[in-house]
């Protein structure tokens, strides 16, 4: 074996064993008092060794690059994200002894600048957030570097037909339950690669779940899946959910394998995330809640319909780095947010801690 074959060998056992070493992430159930016939779970995705869904992404990545021969021992990775993708990628590149550096637009979290620093990665801020993937492009080429590029390469890095990958293990932690089948799954989508996974899973695996995917208002995303011919947004006001809705449909957003799209705004997804906090006594992040608002509305289609079943949906990070954003009321008023209205709704959806 040559020295670089070795050395990519070696990288790709660093990932493996890391993956051996971890625990499947838990799946939450909440029962629902007030809709008798329908059971909630959550996909506790905020328990990842870096807090958010994103660890699987940035794991995908690394192996998809290390196995095209794209990251070699001295390969500077670089990564165009608004911070949760940046974090989890930042941790493999320490694992692996490379030099990492993310491009992130000015307005991003200090909490997330600081765990993609506390992982050793490097910041590199712009002001204008449509120019992230043309700087990341920029920087790969000025160090010789490797641009990772999760909105072109999310859907295809992951292993969609199985490999333990989210749908997998949702399917098999609901195994034992009253509705094993979902009537629904519900997702957000920034990349686009977790609803395409789970889009094209169960199509597979031909169960007959359908797959919803809550978007912010201020996303190009639900315009599309509407008519295709609406590709960019071009109002410059965007959501502040982080993580989901984008100005441009992504390379890796599939609208296909979505069987509805649910369009929520700011203030809903606060109130929701607000009101799923307090069902479940720890705090959620703003995505979380925007996914809430969505199973609320589906919940009240299958009850008008008279269906019973289950709704799946994803616990996408915890709401600890949104401390000085969504958790702070200076910011909520600034913003000029009123998400009380929502969280009651939500909170009577969710009825009780039992
Ligand atoms: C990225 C992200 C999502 C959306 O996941 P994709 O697979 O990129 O579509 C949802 N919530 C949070 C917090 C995220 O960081």
Redo the contacts with the bound molecule.
């Keep these: 074996m040559s020295d670089r074959r070795r050395w990519v060998a070696n990288a790709v056992r660093r990932i493996e064993a890391d993956f051996n070493r971890s625990a499947d992430t838990h799946l939450i159930r909440l029962d629902l008092d007030r809709h008798p016939g329908i059971t909630l779970y959550l996909k506790d995705e905020s328990s990842h060794p870096t807090g958010?869904?994103?660890h699987r992404?940035a794991r995908s990545l690394f192996l998809y690059a290390l196995c095209n021969e794209w990251i070699g021992p001295d390969t500077c990775v670089i990564e165009a994200s608004?911070?949760?993708?940046a974090v989890s990628e930042a941790y493999f590149a320490k694992m692996l002894g490379l030099r990492f550096i993310a491009v992130v637009p000015a307005a991003t979290a200090q909490p997330k600048l600081d765990a993609i620093r506390f992982h050793g990665g490097e910041i590199h801020m712009v002001d204008d957030p449509g120019t992230v993937y043309a700087v990341a492009q920029r920087l790969a080429h000025e160090t010789g570097g490797h641009y990772l590029d999760?909105f072109t390469y999310?859907e295809r890095a992951t292993d969609w037909r199985g490999n333990n990958n989210i749908a997998e293990s949702i399917f098999a932690q609901m195994a034992e339950e009253e509705y094993p089948v979902p009537a629904w799954i519900v997702?957000?989508?920034?990349?686009?690669?977790?609803?395409a996974t789970i889009g094209r899973y169960i199509r597979y695996q031909r169960h007959p779940s359908r797959l919803c995917v809550a978007d912010p208002e201020q996303s190009i995303f639900h315009r599309h899946h509407a008519d295709r011919s609406q590709v960019t947004l071009r109002s410059s006001h965007m959501s502040r959910i982080?993580?989901?809705g984008r100005a441009r449909v992504e390379p890796?957003?599939l609208p296909g394998v979505i069987d509805r799209m649910i369009a929520v705004s700011d203030a809903d997804s606060i109130g929701a995330m607000r009101a799923l906090s307090d069902r479940l006594g720890r705090r959620v992040?703003?995505?979380?809640g925007t996914n809430i608002w969505a199973c609320l509305h589906l919940a009240e289609d299958m009850e008008r319909a008279g269906e019973h079943g289950s709704i799946v949906t994803?616990l996408?990070?915890a709401g600890d780095r949104y401390g000085c954003t969504y958790y702070d009321e200076d910011w909520i008023a600034a913003q000029g947010i009123n998400w009380s209205p929502g969280a009651d709704r939500v909170a009577h959806f969710l009825g009780r801690p039992s």
Excluded: M, N, R
């Design positions: 958010s869904l994103k992404l608004s911070g949760s993708t999760q999310a997702c957000g989508a920034g990349t686009g690669g977790t609803s982080e993580g989901i890796s957003f992040g703003g995505s979380t994803l996408c990070d």
